[in-house]
């Protein structure tokens, strides 16, 4: 064999070897994908066991006085995680929080509103906007500690927290979408309580942030979140969609000269 062959073989060996190991790499990644997922499965699946072997006769799921925020909470849960509407302990979680009193607690009103809304809002529509009107009363307005947050009760006036307050509008946001009708001034009166209380930029890195409440110090990433969000919902929700036509804008049609 003479040397350009020689050299012309020694490439090709080279490009073949090159070509499975390129070729071996996406399998051994999409084993470990699989494996991934099958383990994240397997996971969601326990999960959803523990819960559903925890929960009541009533249907609902104990927490330390709270029944109605737990159960609202394990009942989004189960559903998120692909039980479907009809699973028997979804209904019977559902039932429970569609018969229950509403109780005296952000929380828990506002966990009510995002179960029932993802259930079944149809069906739900008059227990949504009874959840609907107790947010809206329970927003503080002016001359209360921060006009446009949430605290823990309707009835507490003096103090917040952007906890409470992102719930709140969580829950508001599922009665919305649900078609449950929600005053602009709610949304406004939010927008302008995070606005107001961001923290200014510390130094091009940090940008501004979001705390527990006004005397909470830096903000943690939970908050962070929490603040980016609550300012997102209230946007949404205002942005002016009067050209939005059956799913279609109307941006093209003809314009009236008078």
């Given at each position: 064999m003479d040397?350009?062959?020689?050299?012309?073989?020694r490439t090709t060996l080279i490009l073949l070897a090159g070509c499975v190991t390129l070729a071996g790499a996406p399998m051994s990644a999409r084993a470990q994908e699989?494996?991934?997922r099958e383990a994240a499965l397997t996971a969601i699946t326990r999960a959803q066991q523990y819960l559903t072997?925890?929960?009541?006769d009533s249907g609902a799921w104990p927490h330390e006085g709270h029944p109605v925020g737990a159960t609202a909470l394990v009942t989004l849960s189960l559903m998120y995680s692909g039980l479907p509407v009809d699973n028997p302990h979804v209904q019977r979680g559902v039932?429970?929080?569609?018969?229950?009193?509403?109780?005296?607690?952000?929380?828990?009103?506002?966990?009510?509103?995002?179960?029932l809304?993802?259930?079944d809002p149809g069906r739900h529509r008059g227990r949504l906007e009874s959840l609907k009107r107790w947010l809206v009363d329970a927003q503080l307005k002016e001359g209360d500690a921060?006009?446009?947050?949430?605290?823990?009760?309707?009835?507490?006036?003096g103090g917040w927290d952007n906890s409470n307050t992102q719930f709140a509008l969580l829950g508001l946001r599922e009665c919305a979408h649900a078609g449950v009708d929600v005053p602009r001034d709610v949304?406004?009166?939010?927008?302008?309580?995070f606005l107001r209380h961001k923290s200014g930029a510390v130094d091009a890195r940090s940008g501004v942030s979001f705390g527990y409440n006004a005397g909470s110090g830096d903000a943690r990433g939970s908050m962070q979140v929490a603040g980016i969000s609550s300012l997102m919902i209230p946007s949404s929700m205002l942005d002016d969609d009067s050209d939005v036509k059956r799913g279609e804008i109307d941006c093209c049609g003809a314009i009236d000269d008078e």
């Open positions: 040397q350009g062959a020689s050299m012309r073989l699989r494996e991934l072997g925890k929960q009541l039932t429970y929080l569609a018969e229950a009193e509403i109780p005296d607690n952000t929380y828990d009103v506002s966990l009510m509103a995002m179960a809304a993802l259930a921060s006009p446009g947050a949430w605290w823990y009760h309707k009835n507490d006036r949304w406004l009166r939010a927008q302008q309580h």
